[in-house]
């Protein structure tokens, strides 16, 4: 069992950054391969970044790429997403997640565990 604990969600100005965390906890959750999703009203979630549970391999979605970075402390058990130049259209609810196979996240077929998520807003 894995628990997964959002923080760092807030509003921000457009072009300003903000850094969500997702403290993991349970015996195996560096074995996990962890990823960012969000939902805006109205919308279906999306895949935002994802981190292979060694670290090495990273996806963005093309939405994002070259503005967020993801990243990951095994020691601390716990993933980052750095959010820069952000835009009106990145408000959403921003949920952490983690599955056992980087390829099964980003392909959309499943997640092993979901956060409660945190709100992200930017004002235009």
């Known amino acids: 069992q894995v628990q997964l604990v959002e923080s760092g969600g807030g509003l921000v100005q457009a072009g300003g950054s903000l850094r969500l965390s997702c403290a993991a906890s349970g015996r195996t959750a560096s074995y996990y391969a962890m990823g960012w999703f969000r939902q805006a009203p109205g919308k279906e979630r999306e895949i935002v970044a994802a981190?292979?549970?060694?670290?090495?391999?990273?996806y963005y979605a093309d939405s994002v790429s070259g503005r967020f970075t993801i990243s990951r402390d095994n020691a601390k058990n716990t993933v980052y997403l750095q959010m820069n130049s952000l835009k009106f259209e990145d408000t959403a609810v921003y949920y952490c997640?983690?599955?056992?196979?980087?390829?099964?996240?980003?392909?959309?077929?499943?997640?092993?565990?979901w956060g409660q998520g945190t709100q992200v807003t930017v004002s235009s």
């Open positions: 997640a983690a599955q056992r196979q980087l390829s099964t996240m980003t392909r959309g077929l499943s997640i092993d565990y």
């Open positions: 981190i292979g549970a060694i670290g090495g391999i990273t």
